[in-house]
């Protein structure tokens, strides 16, 4: 398939959105990993983290392979093994053998990830390129949540393990596809050693990037997992409207990414529009937490933060390829990409207790923290934006 089409860039986002069940796929599950191997709720739990420990482990590592190994490579890879992990799940008869599996499975999620991520960038140029890296923020929390839809039937049910073996057989399915994908232009020069990709780390405007933005993934993805439970113990909502709630933030979010991309192509300053949707998100994200709001109210702050935050996730991606140093794009996405998965395997933890906490403003104070932190880097980079502190580092 041609690179740079529409269509090459749809596959890439099939890929990514497929892969990205490996995480959703156990949102739902907790309770009968818990049933059946007779452990407790917090310990079964890790049938969920033990993909975003194993992803957060190896986003560095997986960075620097892709940019050595290419990232059809990657990806083939990464859907045999994700693939035998998760039939794997489906035969284990205990808990430490469920986990095993489930890390091993997020070894071959994250290097889908970064491969389908890194084709992106590398097949991708000019406003297409923009447009495509601003929907992308949007691609796994889509595939999270059609895996959601699709295990909803089976939980509860004693042959819940199935779905291992169902994504499992999808997988190959997309195997079976990788030849389809475009392919990206020839790396020039030898292979980078490790330890200079990893020197992406100590570049200062990509320390400096992660550094701000790890504060807001770290509320947003530890909010997502607290809301529902917050919505219904603090504003009495019926679960039943939670996969509607759910539903529609995803809506929004990719609302928010095409959004974004409109305006980015069309010479918006993208300092700008993120430090709209930032403190947009802060505003709103205080509003639905604060005790005493109507739920309409709350409700409205949530579908408009979850269009700012899909604008502010959109800047991120999107910033990428211009803060990495040159030929190092897989391992500066794959240092942004390990500070998401951190993230997601402690954001809930912190907001769940600074919820349980007596009073708020530990988790208003937490979230003026989160939203202005990246407002001050989104300053501070617009007042001293220049062609050479965005040209590429040789390193």
């Given at each position: ?15 990514a959105?497929?892969?990205?069940a490996?995480?959703?796929?156990s ?7 818990s ?30 392979l ?14 045999v ?67 959601i ?15 291992f073996?169902?994504h499992s ?11 389809l ?21 100590g ?9 701000a933005?790890?504060?807001?993934q ?28 759910s539903?529609?933030?995803i ?30 998100s802060g ?20 579908f ?5 935050g ?11 390829p ?21 993230s ?19 988790l208003?104070?937490?979230?003026a ?9 989104i300053?501070?980079?617009?007042k001293?934006?220049?062609q050479?502190?965005l040209?590429?580092i040789?390193?």
């Amino acid at each position: 398939m041609a690179a740079g089409t529409w269509r090459s860039i749809a596959l890439i986002f099939f890929f990514a959105e497929l892969i990205a069940a490996c995480h959703g796929k156990s949102l739902v599950l907790v309770g009968d990993v818990s049933r059946t191997f007779h452990v407790d709720a917090p310990k079964a739990s890790w049938v969920i983290g033990a993909v975003a420990i194993a992803a957060a482990i190896g986003a560095p590592i997986g960075g620097w392979l892709i940019d050595r190994i290419g990232e059809l490579r990657a990806i083939r890879g990464g859907l045999v093994i994700a693939m035998a992990a998760s039939f794997a799940g489906y035969l284990a008869t205990s808990f430490p053998a469920l986990i095993a599996c489930r890390f091993v499975e997020g070894i071959g999620y994250i290097a889908v990830v970064l491969g389908a991520l890194t084709l992106l960038i590398r097949t991708t140029e000019g406003k297409r390129q923009t447009t495509a890296l601003a929907l992308w923020s949007v691609a796994s929390p889509m595939g999270g949540a059609l895996a959601i839809l699709s295990v909803s039937p089976f939980v509860g049910k004693a042959y819940w393990q199935i779905v291992f073996a169902l994504h499992s057989a999808l997988l190959l399915g997309a195997l079976a596809l990788t030849p389809l994908l475009p392919r990206p232009p020839e790396r020039e020069g030898p292979p980078v050693p490790i330890f200079r990709a990893l020197s992406v780390y100590g570049v200062p405007r990509v320390r400096l990037f992660l550094f701000a933005v790890v504060f807001v993934q770290i509320f947003k993805l530890g909010s997502g997992s607290v809301l529902p439970t917050f919505l219904m113990t603090r504003h009495g909502m019926p679960a039943i409207w939670m996969g509607g709630i759910s539903a529609a933030s995803i809506i929004l979010s990719v609302l928010g990414g095409t959004i974004a991309g409109l305006l980015f192509n069309r010479g918006a300053s993208p300092f700008g529009v993120a430090g709209v949707s930032a403190l947009i998100s802060g505003l709103m994200s205080a509003l639905i937490f604060t005790d005493g709001t109507p739920v309409a109210l709350v409700l409205g702050a949530l579908f408009l933060s979850a269009i700012s935050g899909g604008i502010m996730f959109a800047w991120i991606t999107s910033t990428i390829p211009r803060i990495a140093p040159e030929d190092h794009v897989g391992a500066t996405a794959g240092a942004v990409s390990q500070l998401l998965y951190l993230s997601m395997a402690i954001g809930p933890a912190i907001l769940f207790f600074l919820l349980s906490q007596p009073g708020q403003t530990p988790l208003l104070l937490f979230i003026a923290f989160s939203y202005g932190l990246p407002l001050l880097l989104i300053g501070w980079q617009s007042k001293n934006r220049n062609q050479e502190s965005l040209a590429p580092i040789r390193t």
